[in-house]
């Protein structure tokens, strides 16, 4: 089993650009989502997905979009770079409401806006 | 307003000493405390799972216990290879949210 693979796993970016992180899981899991991590703050949630097809707003969704068309895959779209945008962003999934199991967190992609 | 505080923010150890972090929590509806492990360049490794006051489990040196506040995560006997940052989340009404603390980073010296 790969679990949570994510690409890149180092990008520069320039300010205004846009890009796609993606995300995709083996595990069958419901529940996929997205956070950032900054020095400090702990992980903060960016959008969630509770199944193909329907996904909803966490804690700072502003300035991303995403997409969940089929279960396996979740990626992340960053609509106009900025550089409060550089960060670390780790994609996880889970069974349900993550139970007993947690999530299962992808290596991260560390996001560098110039 | 949801919080998460974790402390200290970094803790060094010798090895073999015992010790305990602490994670506290500001929250409404609360489902479920998550403990991860974090090492450098890597995702959150997921650890355990507390559900209501009184609860604590146990893996290897490591044990969790849960209070209506806080929740300790004690590491008996440290090895170097325990040195992680140790990270705390809750789980709040409505489900699918999580806050997570800002972590521990722990170092454990041979």
């Known amino acids: 089993n790969a679990g949570v693979t994510q690409t890149p796993k180092f990008q520069v970016l320039k300010t205004g650009q846009s890009m796609t992180l993606q995300c995709a899981q083996d595990?069958?899991?419901?529940?996929m989502s997205w956070y950032r991590q900054d020095p400090g703050m702990g992980l903060r949630l960016i959008h969630y997905?509770?199944?193909?097809?329907?996904?909803d707003q966490g804690e700072v969704p502003n300035g991303y979009n995403v997409s969940r068309s089929t279960t396996e895959d979740f990626p992340l779209r960053l609509l106009s770079a900025a550089p409060s945008q550089t960060s670390v962003y780790f994609c996880a999934s889970s069974y349900g409401n993550s139970g007993n199991y947690g999530y299962t967190f992808g290596s991260g992609t560390r996001l560098t806006v110039v | 307003e949801d919080q998460v505080t974790q402390s200290p923010e970094a803790l060094r150890l010798q090895e073999g000493e015992s010790s305990s972090l602490n994670c506290s929590y500001t929250?409404?509806?609360?489902?479920?405390l998550f403990w991860y492990r974090q090492d450098p360049g890597k995702g959150p490794e997921f650890l355990f799972t507390?559900?209501?006051a009184g609860e604590e489990k146990e893996k290897e040196r490591l044990k969790a216990t849960l209070t209506k506040k806080e929740s300790f995560l004690h590491i008996t006997a440290p090895k170097p290879e325990d040195s992680a940052t140790y990270l705390c989340a809750v789980q709040v009404d409505p489900f699918n949210k999580f806050y997570f603390g800002s972590g521990t980073k722990l170092n454990v010296k041979p």
């Open positions: 997905s509770v199944g193909a097809g329907i996904t």
């Open positions: 507390l559900y209501s």
């Open positions: 595990m069958n899991h419901e529940y």
């Open positions: 929250v409404s509806g609360l489902r479920g």
